[in-house]
């Protein structure tokens, strides 16, 4: 009677362990995310970075650019590195910030059409321009992501800590980089950086969200142009923070009073 009953605790004593490792890998499968395929990535970061509405920002451009032999230029080489840091909303359209890298800092303000400079005095400038006029530094454009949206499968993902990076490339400066600059740059572009169809080129956009909830983190361009004039390089770093938070920017008292926001 005591042998059974020792054999039968050691069953019992064995079903539990059984039991409990069941359960414990019932559990584990619950508590694994399921392993998201390519194709899903990418609908899914381009889908954060559509719905991304406000954010505060800081975006850092370089740009070199070396003219050739004969091009009857001062500077041969030209080399800006500038960088911007403020806050963004887009509905409404409204961007606010400070510049560095030129002479002095300036304080800019961007809303629809507008693109507003203070000066020394204090006072607000006007300083948009025809080809600038839909340049706004909010690190990517929804136009971009919406294009982009359309080029899902020559996109590739890789992975970077805690963040899945999404890279779209392409060489073709005529049909796609020089139709459509200011859409693929225009959010970034504070050194006049220009593709022509006069010569070659390639573009390179990495959009980073991140892998637990697909929040936009950052955007990075590399950019070379190459024509009988010059070679470029632009390479432009973006972080957002504040993602979706329910941001707004200040307008300007001035543009509050004339009703221009």
């Given at each position: 009677m005591t042998k059974?009953?020792?054999t039968l605790s050691a069953l019992f004593a064995v079903l539990a362990l059984i039991c409990l490792f069941g359960c414990q890998q019932s559990q584990a499968k619950k508590e694994t995310p399921k392993e998201l395929?390519?194709?899903?990535?990418?609908d899914k970061g381009l889908q954060a970075f559509e719905h991304l509405k406000d954010s505060e920002?800081?975006?850092?451009v370089s740009s070199k650019r070396e003219y050739k032999e004969g091009v009857d230029v001062k500077d041969k080489h030209f080399n800006r590195d500038v960088t911007f840091e403020g806050t963004f909303e887009l509905?409404?359209?409204?961007?606010?910030?400070?510049?560095t890298g030129y002479k002095f800092p300036e304080e800019r303000y961007y809303s629809t059409g507008i693109e507003y400079v203070k000066n020394s005095k204090g006072e607000w400038e006007n300083r948009a321009t025809t080809h600038r006029i839909n340049e706004k530094p909010v690190g990517v454009k929804p136009e971009a992501?919406?294009?982009?949206?359309?080029?899902?499968?020559?996109?590739?993902v890789s992975d970077q800590d805690d963040n899945y990076v999404l890279t779209f490339e392409t060489t073709d400066v005529k049909n796609i980089l020089e139709p459509n600059q200011n859409m693929l740059l225009g959010a970034?572009?504070?050194?006049?950086?220009?593709?022509?169809?006069?010569?070659?080129?390639?573009?390179?956009?990495n959009l980073l969200v991140s892998k637990d909830n697909f929040t936009p983190m950052a955007v990075t361009y590399v950019?070379?142009?190459?024509n009988e004039r010059a070679t470029e390089n632009l390479t432009s770093k973006v972080k957002f923070s504040k993602q979706n938070s329910g941001l707004r920017v200040e307008v300007p008292d001035e543009f509050v009073e004339s009703g221009e926001q």
């Open positions: 059974m009953k020792k395929s390519q194709e899903e990535i990418i920002i800081k975006i850092e509905k409404p359209l409204r961007v606010r910030g400070v510049l992501i919406r294009y982009f949206q359309t080029q899902k499968d020559k996109f590739k970034v572009n504070f050194v006049a950086f220009r593709y022509s169809k006069n010569g070659q080129g390639s573009y390179q956009v950019c070379k142009f190459d």
